[in-house]
């Protein structure tokens, strides 16, 4: 099993709708938990990070957390044509060489017009 | 969210030769910085983390004596590739690791992309 699994997509999702994307990871002791976009050729930026189980919200963005099914996903509002990269999932695994930002594979989303 | 920057951001250089890479934090101290590497349409690959003052610890099955880390300062960290070749021609991000308060943010420069002719 991959630590952080994320479906690899694409997901498309028409302009003004709400995009879904999911992740699960297999670290039941992690406690710290991310999501990157990426757009093509460019480095990841941090748009959400989130602790605690329950939703936190940002703007058109929202996280859920959810601890003990292990699954963290990200909803994005109004879905603009702006939105569309590659959304990175990273969730804190401890590891032999301690606690370290573990990436998922990453979900392209597309916003159509 | 706290700024990181990278230079060169894009350098072409001919097989043999050696890049360095520096990545800066600006507004935040980084006890931790970490390098990445990614090939087109791959995952990012984590190669070493750096902690200032002490060595790097390297990943698996990537050369310490091939790619040389320098993290000199709590806001510089740099990355050698010596004798480049073609094959370590890919898409180079730094990151850096927020130390302050209980969180445990990492922040990524906009990467260097290396092309060894």
């Known amino acids: 099993q991959k630590e952080v699994e994320q479906n690899s997509g694409p997901l498309s999702v028409p302009e003004g709708a709400i995009a879904s994307l999911n992740c699960t990871y297999s670290d039941r002791g992690s406690q710290s938990f991310f999501w990157y976009r990426q757009y093509s050729g460019k480095s990841p930026e941090l748009i959400m990070s989130?602790?605690?189980?329950g939703d936190k919200e940002d703007g058109r963005f929202t996280a859920q957390l959810n601890k003990a099914s292990q699954y963290v996903s990200l909803l994005i509002r109004d879905s603009q044509p702006s939105d569309s990269a590659t959304y990175l999932c990273?969730?804190?695994?401890?590891?032999?060489?301690?606690?370290?930002?573990?990436f998922g594979t990453g979900t392209q989303l597309k916003v159509e017009l | 969210g706290a700024v990181v920057s990278q230079h060169p951001s894009r350098v072409i250089c001919k097989s043999g030769t050696s890049v360095k890479i520096e990545c800066r934090s600006l507004?935040?101290?980084?006890?931790?910085m970490f390098w990445y590497r990614q090939f087109p349409k791959k995952s990012l690959m984590l190669m070493a983390t750096s902690n200032e003052g002490s060595k790097a610890t390297y990943e698996q099955g990537v050369e310490k004596d091939k790619f040389l880390i320098n993290h000199a300062s709590l806001t510089l960290s740099t990355l050698t590739v010596t004798s480049a070749h073609p094959e370590d021609s890919s898409f180079y991000i730094c990151?850096?690791?927020?130390?302050?308060?209980?969180?445990?943010?990492?922040?990524f420069g906009p990467g260097t992309r290396l092309t060894v002719l």
């Open positions: 989130i602790y605690s189980n």
């Open positions: 507004d935040f101290q980084a006890t931790t």
């Open positions: 990273a969730v804190y695994i401890l590891t032999g060489g301690g606690n370290k930002l573990t």
């Open positions: 990151s850096a690791r927020f130390s302050g308060g209980s969180y445990n943010e990492q922040f």
